[in-house]
Nanobody, 125 residues
Framework: QVQLVESGGGLVQAGGSLRLSCAASGSIRKINAMGWYRQAPGKQRELVAT?????????NYADSVKGRFTISRDNAKNTVYLQMNSLEPEDTAVYYC?????????????????WGQGTQVTVSS
C-alpha cells in the first residue's frame, strides 16, 4: 500500500508564492505518473498538473495555472513538488497529491492510484 503525505499549504496574499511537497512511502516497486489536483468549496476536484516518470518527466498543466505553477519530482525521494507563483484568490482550494504506482499488498504486486489527505491553500485578496 502507498501513503502520500502533502505539506506546504497555508495562507498567502495574492501575488505570493507557495511550494507544495508530497512524499510517497510504502512497499513501492515503481511510481509512474504523479500529479496535483485541487478542490474548491462547492466545486469538483480538478487537475492542476501531472508529471510522468523517467528523467525529468513530461509535465502537463491546467490552462488556469500555465506559466504560474511548476511541477517537478525527485525520483530518488519518491517526492513530487508544486511551485506556485503569482497566486490568485481563485487558486484557493484543498490540494491533493496523486500517484500511480506498483506496490506490494497482501502477497501480490498491484497497480493502482493513491491519494494524499490534502493540504489547504488559501489566497487572500
Amino acid at each position: 500500500q502507498v501513503q502520500l503525505v502533502e505539506s506546504g499549504g497555508g495562507l498567502v496574499q495574492a501575488g505570493g508564492s507557495l511550494r507544495l511537497s508530497c512524499a510517497a512511502s510504502g512497499s513501492i516497486r515503481k511510481i509512474n505518473a504523479m500529479g496535483w489536483y485541487r478542490q474548491a468549496p462547492g466545486k469538483q476536484r480538478e487537475l492542476v498538473a501531472t508529471i510522468t516518470s523517467g528523467g525529468r518527466g513530461s509535465s502537463n498543466y491546467a490552462d488556469s495555472v500555465k506559466g504560474r505553477f511548476t511541477i517537478s519530482r525527485d525520483n530518488a525521494k519518491n517526492t513530487v513538488y508544486l511551485q506556485m507563483n503569482s497566486l490568485e484568490p481563485e487558486d484557493t482550494a484543498v490540494y491533493y497529491c496523486n500517484a500511480d504506482s506498483e506496490y506490494y499488498r497482501n502477497g501480490y504486486w498491484r497497480s493502482g492510484s493513491s491519494w494524499g489527505q490534502g493540504t489547504q491553500v488559501t489566497v487572500s485578496s
